[in-house]
């Protein structure tokens, strides 16, 4: 109690002898308080497929998507991260080996680090562990990104659009999935949504160019396709299935470069 009046009589001094000036005095004390933390680059939770490594002062996850790798933050579950353990403990022959594992996930490369942690590129908080890379045919987003895929087939039917100069439909993934294309007709762009094993593309907008009736039949029944909610699959041979209610579209991996 002394500690607190003497604090007040202090204050009370420090007021007086300013005057006028009381009111800089008080926006001074304010602006050298803390900062609000600045919006940090945090990606919202999606898919990957990547490599888990655990061990004494090992507890990383290392995505397929790109060369950097995470440490798992500590506001991640009690369940989440025993399910981690257990993995890493049945798949692995020796400390410190990593297994491939599928999981959703945010990543944080803004918040202060020490310790371990310190030493890798960002926090990743995981959400959800979807189990091994080889015991989940679940499509991620780094499977999709940085990926181009040219339409084969629609029910089974081969395309022969391309041996006839003609425009194929196309998907082209870039960052955060954006992804643009051409219906074969028509060029489009949008933003690509993964839910379980749904794939749609939200606010899809595309040009409006005439094209021969072939060619706009071809272009209406993959809009019908891309808008929907349609079931999304991805076979070893890289080959990209959407399926809608009506339309099974098969498309296969021709990235710009090798």
């Known amino acids: 109690m002394n500690r607190q009046i003497a604090r007040a009589l202090q204050y009370l001094v420090v007021t007086i002898s300013l005057g006028g000036c009381e009111l800089s005095a008080t926006n001074a004390t304010s602006s050298s308080a803390p900062a609000e933390a600045p ?10 497929r990547g490599q888990y490594t655990l061990g004494h002062e090992v507890n990383v996850f290392c995505p397929a998507i ?50 371990f942690s310190a030493d890798y590129d960002g926090l990743i908080t995981v959400s959800k562990v979807w189990g091994l890379c080889g015991e989940t045919q679940m499509v991620t987003q780094g499977d999709l990104q940085h990926h ?6 629609i029910n089974g039917l081969a395309l022969h659009d391309a041996a006839a100069g003609k425009p194929v439909p196309e998907l082209d993934f870039g960052e955060l999935m954006h992804v643009s294309g051409s219906t074969g007709c028509n060029r489009f762009s949008g933003h690509a949504v993964l839910s379980d094993n749904r794939f749609q593309i939200e606010q899809l907008a595309s040009t409006r160019m005439a094209c021969p009736p ?22 070893s041979e890289k080959r990209l299935s959407l399926e809608s209610d009506d339309f099974l579209l098969v498309f296969n991996l021709r990235d710009w470069v090798d």
């Open 39 to 48: 919006a940090s680059d945090i990606v919202p939770p999606i898919r990957y």
């Open 66 to 115: 790109n060369s950097q790798c995470y440490w798992l933050s500590s506001a991640i579950g009690k369940e989440i991260r025993e399910t981690l353990r257990k993995l890493a403990s049945a798949n692995t022959s020796r400390p410190y080996d990593s297994s491939c594992v599928l999981i959703e996930a945010a990543i944080d490369r803004e918040s202060p680090r020490d310790g």
């Open 148 to 153: 181009r895929w040219v339409l084969q087939s």
């Open 214 to 235: 072939e060619q706009m039949d071809l272009e209406a029944k993959v809009l019908s396709v891309l808008r929907s909610r349609s079931v999304i699959q991805l076979n």
